[in-house]
């Protein structure tokens, strides 16, 4: 298992995960992913999951 993982959101990356004595911790590639910067997840699909959900939440908010 790796111990370092890209996340993409719309083939575009969000950020990096990096394993951390709780789990993974998120690493921001991106401004848009500035306020997940940071977090722990379980693993790196639960941290994709929240990327992806964050991301459709900003979309959200600037489409009327």
């Not at 298992?1 to 951390?20: C, H, K, L, W």
């Not at 709780?22 to 848009?32: E, K």
């Not at 977090?39 to 964050?54: T, V």
Request: no cysteine.
């Amino acid at each position: 298992m790796s111990d370092t993982y890209i996340i993409e959101v719309s083939s575009q990356a969000a950020g990096i995960v990096v394993r951390d004595p709780g789990g993974y911790r998120f690493f921001a590639a991106s401004h848009r992913f500035n306020p997940m910067e940071g977090q722990l997840f379980r693993n790196a699909r639960e941290a994709e999951r929240a990327a992806f959900q964050f991301a459709q939440g900003i979309q959200a908010a600037v489409t009327p």
